[in-house]
Nanobody, 126 residues
Framework: QVQLVESGGGLVQPGGSLRLSCAAS????????IGWFRQAPGKEREGVSC????????NYADSVKGRFTISRHNAKNTVYLQMNSLKPEDTAVYYC???????????????????WGQGTQVTVSS
């Protein structure tokens, strides 16, 4: 059974850091392009970062560039999202998703991601 499980969310003060994890079971993450998305209350789900399966290239939303870093740990079948210098506007539920087309460079079109996790809450507040 294909499953993605996010973890690492929580409450953090502005300027703080969190590392989110996206662990896969039932398939090998290395063969999939992985995206991180987030959804704040009353807003649409938006792409945050992604990493391509084909060449490891990464992509970031303008709002998180320079603060967030996506990475893979193939031996652990896990993708991470390191989030630094967090701001209140980063508050959202964060989801990871998997695109099975390993030839496609990553992007933020939700329609290509076949598998989604349940999400982890990130709250940035003093």
């Amino acid at each position: 059974q294909v499953q993605l499980v996010e973890s690492g969310g929580g409450l953090v003060q502005p300027g703080g850091s969190l590392r989110l994890s996206c662990a896969a079971s039932g398939f090998t993450l290395d063969y999939y392009t992985i995206g991180w998305f987030r959804q704040a209350p009353g807003k649409e789900r938006e792409g945050v970062s992604c990493i391509s399966s084909s060449n490891g290239s990464t992509n970031y939303a303008d709002s998180v560039k320079g603060r967030f870093t996506i990475s893979r740990h193939n031996a652990k079948n896990t993708v991470y999202l390191q989030m630094n210098s967090l701001k209140p506007e980063d508050t959202a539920v964060y989801y990871c998703a998997a695109d099975p087309d390993s030839s496609r460079l990553c992007g933020f079109w939700r329609g290509v991601y076949d598998y989604w996790g349940q999400g982890t809450q990130v709250t940035v507040s003093s």
